[in-house]
């Protein structure tokens, strides 16, 4: 395992807190469980891609153009869905995803269909596509970096606290004048377009974009996973998750991938139960409670 | 033409009935969504397809897939799922997302990626009537399952578990106060489903392949036809099946067959956006959600 394999790793943990992170803000602020945020990743790849292919436009410039697009699609999406509750979000969500899947697939004068787009430019910053891995580093950095400081600030500023007194009462937060429903759409917007960014980051950096690698559940899931396993609704969590869950991943494909397919796989929903059962809230949490039964012991 | 699209699509829409009769119980009476239950089904084709190369036909083979697939899921919710029912949403969500993922790999290092199929005499047989070709394994699981749906309609309404199984559904802290052994009933709708689901296992076998994502194919349809025949409600799983089937055949024989799961997508989000409680279902069922 050269340094190239970790830095690697490294980069698509920093990207996945990131991705990770944008989910919370709808998940974890405003209590409504995407699994469908695979429509945004993959907008976020496909359209800086289809600009500068179709039409020369610079992917510097593309990236906000699929923030844009992922947000006014998240707009719709958002609109619909929260007609309904619970699972139910969850399961138009995934709904709109697959539907977007299968017309990228469909469209194939537009989208080369299922076998895909090679992002095969010139390398240098206005194309987003470099030779070495620093600047992919560099990029990933920035972007988890912008989505923690975006979190930290929604918990601590008047949108953060009205989207906390929805997700904990929705009656009661109404009763004092807050809109429910047009804050989860803003809520919505700001994770769809955070999350289309770190599709735009992944797909420059592998150079190469298909529906499968770009729009498929398994990232939906992936997104919510990470999360979850860190702790939902704390700024911190998807970061903790994610350099659980990646590293985790890359390395029992690694291990077990060739060989034997399929353990990987095991591990990693067998983990995800037992992390479940056992910590409910999240890695962020357990280490916080023990980090305070500790601090106790020490000054009992 | 057309009637041979509609008639093909009904029988299609039989399968998808009887793999959403079990996650429709579920949800009725747990109010989880089993992410699962389409590894269920792989399971259970699986164990079909070994017992077919032991030299069982499928459709004997039911009498022990079912019973061992009743087990399989009364374990899962005594082992797992259990476990879970006082936690929030999210923990039900993804711990029946993480036996779903297990499950699909232990088959993936198990079976590999291959995709099995059984061969039987009858499995291309078909009957014709008045012009129209009937394909008999397809037919046989569309008798099975009217039959099926009907004898658990009948279980539910009629017997004293099957009351309670309903009053635990409706009220689950009322029924306990009533003397209901609602832990019991739990395990019991989880073994009910499981069999139905090993049922479906068995007569797909000579219909389609195994392979061990195939559960995915069915689930996703699986959930469309739950929301659509509306929550909770058995008639409705049948009812919702039957109009999906008919609606992807026919959608498929006139625009596309990329195209036809856009159209159950379209009609899905259409269904819970207008009228969430689907076609048979009671009113504000979806607002239990999982708690």
Known sequence: ?300 | MIAQVIISGLLVGGIYGLVAIGLNLVFGVLRIINFAHGEYLMVSMYAAYWLWRLGIDPYLAIILVVPGMAVLGAASQHLLIRHTLMSPAHVKIFVTMGLSIALQNLALLLFSADYLNVRTTYQTDALHVAGLSISVPRLVAFVVVVLTAGGLHLFLHRTDFGKAIRATAQDSTTAQLMGIDVGRVYVATFAIAGGFIGLAGCLLMPIYYVFPTVGIDFVVVAFVVVVLGGLGSLPGAVVGGLLIGTVEQVSGYFVDTSLRQVAYFVVFITALAVRPAGLLGRRGAEEFGLR
């Not at chain 1, 990207?15 to 405003?30: D, E, H, K, R, T």
């Not at chain 1, 309904?84 to 017309?103: D, Q």
């Not at chain 1, 996973?225 to 700024?235: C, K």
């Open chain 1, 1 to 300: 395992m050269s340094s190239n394999f970790w830095l690697d790793l490294l980069i698509l943990t920093l990207v996945w807190a990131g991705i990770a992170g944008s989910w919370n803000l709808l998940a974890g602020f405003a209590g409504q469980f995407s699994l469908g945020h695979a429509a945004f990743i993959g907008i976020g790849a496909y359209v800086p891609a289809l600009l500068v292919l179709r039409f020369g436009i610079a992917p510097l410039l593309g990236i906000v153009a699929g923030a844009v697009v992922a947000g006014c699609f998240a707009l719709v999406v958002a609109a619909v869905s929260l007609r309904t509750r619970g699972p139910f979000f969850s399961l138009m969500t995934i709904a709109f995803a697959e539907v977007t899947k299968i017309l990228a697939i469909y469209l194939k004068p537009l989208t080369n269909g299922s076998e895909g787009l090679t992002l095969a430019l010139a390398p240098g910053l206005p194309n987003l596509l470099f030779i070495d891995k620093g600047p992919y580093l560099a990029i990933s950095g920035v972007y988890a970096f912008a989505v923690f400081g975006l979190s930290f600030w929604l918990r601590r500023s008047r949108l953060g606290y009205r989207l906390l007194a929805v997700r904990d009462d929705e009656n009661a937060a109404q009763s004092l004048g807050v809109s429910p429903f047009s804050l989860r759409l803003v809520a919505a917007v700001m994770s769809a377009s955070g999350a289309a960014i770190g599709g735009t980051i992944l797909a420059f950096y592998t150079q190469f974009i298909d529906p499968d690698s770009t729009l498929s559940f398994t990232l939906s899931i992936e997104a919510a996973l990470i999360a979850i396993v860190g702790g939902l609704g704390d700024p911190l969590g998807p970061l903790f998750g994610a350099i659980l869950v990646v590293p985790l991943e890359h390395l029992t494909r690694g291990w077990f991938g060739g060989l034997l397919s399929g353990v990987d796989g095991l591990i990693f929903g067998v983990l995800l139960i037992a992390i479940l059962l056992t910590l409910p809230d999240g890695l962020v949490d357990g280490w916080r409670r023990w980090g305070y039964r500790r601090m106790r012991r020490r000054y009992a």
